[in-house]
């Protein structure tokens, strides 16, 4: 468990890397996303932060090892909302999606949740105490995939960026798609990149190579 900056915090690996921020007012502790464990969302204890103050959750697709915890998450904290692109929301919400959430390469049966609300189009922003969440959607990895910004106090850019290195999937993925999100995140010059199985990239310098490796 790391703080990566004041307030932002990596949490660990649960088949995905799981992030939270403290908003530090009455919205609480926002998660980008949930992994598969509920055991290492409730860790944040060691941090002096309570795992009954998460109050939302912003999901950045639908696969399984993003999603698996978000079931049992909504079962120990009832107060938790969710939050994904209209374009993953099925998946999400409902059951028989196996297939497009990759439950059954894990061999498990993903249990839905329901969303608090459906992100639509290119943009929203999701306001939760000082800070502006940017919503951005950047399909190819999933038809609904987004990615998150954020800027903190002291102006940094901070990038959630789960599953930029991919892998196209055949029948989920578009390769077209792809490359044009990747495009559109080069162009945000972000400080900070908190990717979803490789870790934390930083300065924007780094940031800038990691994102152009998968440009063709």
Same mark, same amino acid.
């Given at each position: 468990?790391?703080?990566?900056?004041?307030?932002?915090?990596?949490?660990?690996?649960?088949?995905?890397?799981?992030?939270?921020?403290?908003?530090?007012?009455?919205?609480?502790?926002?998660?980008?996303?949930?992994?598969?464990?509920?055991?290492? *969302? &409730?860790?944040?204890?060691? =941090?002096?932060?309570?795992?009954?103050?998460?109050?939302? %959750? +912003?999901? !950045?697709?639908? /696969?399984?090892?993003?999603?698996?915890?978000?079931?049992?998450?909504?079962?120990?904290?009832?107060?938790?909302?969710?939050?994904?692109?209209?374009?993953?929301?099925?998946?999400?919400?409902?059951?028989?999606?196996?297939?497009?959430?990759?439950?059954?390469?894990?061999?498990?049966?993903?249990?839905p949740v329901k969303l608090a609300?459906? *992100? &639509?189009?290119?943009?929203? =922003?999701?306001?939760?105490?000082?800070?502006?969440?940017? %919503? +951005?959607? !950047?399909?190819? /990895?999933?038809?609904?995939?987004?990615?998150?910004?954020?800027?903190?106090?002291?102006?940094?850019?901070?990038?959630?960026?789960?599953?930029?290195?991919?892998?196209?999937?055949?029948?989920?993925?578009?390769?077209?798609?792809?490359?044009?999100?990747?495009?559109?995140?080069?162009?945000?010059?972000?400080?900070?990149?908190?990717?979803?199985?490789?870790?934390?990239?930083?300065?924007?310098?780094?940031?800038?190579?990691?994102?152009?490796?998968?440009?063709?």
């Amino acid at each position: 468990m790391k703080e990566i900056v004041k307030d932002i915090y990596h949490l660990g690996d649960s088949g995905c890397s799981v992030y939270l921020i403290n908003t530090n007012s009455s919205d609480g502790l926002v998660l980008i996303d949930c992994g598969m464990s509920l055991q290492l *969302i &409730k860790k944040i204890n060691k =941090i002096n932060l309570n795992p009954m103050d998460i109050r939302h %959750c +912003i999901i !950045t697709h639908f /696969h399984i090892d993003h999603i698996g915890a978000c079931y049992d998450l909504k079962q120990f904290n009832k107060n938790v909302k969710f939050y994904a692109h209209e374009l993953d929301a099925i998946a999400i919400e409902e059951e028989g999606h196996n297939k497009e959430t990759a439950a059954m390469w894990y061999g498990v049966n993903y249990k839905p949740v329901k969303l608090a609300r459906r *992100i &639509k189009g290119e943009l929203e =922003i999701l306001k939760f105490g000082d800070y502006g969440f940017q %919503c +951005i959607h !950047t399909p190819g /990895h999933t038809p609904g995939s987004i990615s998150i910004l954020i800027e903190t106090e002291e102006h940094a850019k901070i990038l959630f960026g789960q599953d930029l290195h991919g892998p196209i999937i055949p029948g989920v993925s578009d390769f077209n798609d792809y490359q044009k999100s990747l495009e559109k995140l080069l162009d945000l010059n972000a400080d900070i990149l908190c990717e979803g199985h490789f870790g934390i990239f930083q300065p924007a310098s780094e940031v800038q190579r990691y994102i152009k490796k998968y440009i063709e």
